[in-house]
């Protein structure tokens, strides 16, 4: 891929994600940062950054009084020299994000640091180079559609490890959702997803359900507008209806969008939920570039769910079924074994179930 930001001499790189929904999307940043940075970081750069991060909380934090109190805590942390020997820049972006996120318990603030220089929204060309870097990362991930499977007994299975962005995925998950339609139910895998487009959590809603429905509410501070989210009358692939029953996988890893959607079928009583209890980040926003090396990931909006008229945030999604992450998808077989069983006339299938239990 041509992209003169990237160094391609570098050894290894790592790739950190910062998700955010915002204005009805989801934003996906990617940075890439080398082993050994060749930034460096002195005590103006700390100064520099701690002020940028003080100022974006201040004018456009989605709780303006939590703000005020978040900036107050990192301000005094300064003052008593907390930082003064943090040398190594990718230490300070992850020493200020667990501040952060231990004052505001907002798990969706974040710094980040990139050794490539960040551009800015003017530079055209610099932003074109970022956003196609970004999306060859996501295609590398095929936009976050893992693993697609007819399971024994005729159960589908879908593993999202992101809500990649809707332009791309919308075929992608039309042609999934079309093997799978003639499935008898289907389990839905978001254990370690990451988040995404909220456009994405919409589209999928809406193959699992028949008619247009209110999903969700972004409340944001700018202007206290309300953004609703609906889902679709139309969708590409075969619509799976609200006839056969679905399965959401979550743990701990489950984050933002992957809860969004675990969120909203639950409310909505189209979905059961095994797992773990969800990571618990529910408020949305940006990125704000606070110079030329470090990001912050700005909440701006919170989600509220029409039914609840309250969210995930800081609680999770408590799953229907409680087992440890590693064997929710054990236990959706069983649970929906044993619904066929307590149904089924045949005795030989009958007993072949029972057998499949035993093995699970």
Known sequence: MKNSMI?????TKSISSIIAIACGSLLLAFTTMANEPTYTLDKNSRMQVI???INGLEQGYVFPIKAVKVAEKLRSRQQQNEYQDIDDANEFAKTLTEHLQLAAGDKHLQVEFSDEIIPVSSDPKAQEARAAFEMEMWRAHNFGIEKIERIKFNMGYLKLTAFGPVKEVGPL????MNLLNNTDSLIIDLRGNFGGNEQTVQLLASYLLNQRTHLLDMVKREGNRIDQHWSSDYVEGQRFGEEKDVYILIDKNSFSAAEDFSYTMKNLNRATLIGEISAGAANSGDTVRLNEHFNLFLPTARGISPITQTNWE???????????GEDALKKAQVVILTKLIASEQDPRRIERMKARIAEL
């Open 51 to 53: 002020t940028s991060i």
């Open 173 to 176: 998950l039309a042609s999934a």
């Open 314 to 324: 800081g609680t999770g999604v408590t799953p229907d079924i409680k087992v440890l």
């Open 7 to 11: 160094n391609k001499t570098r050894q």
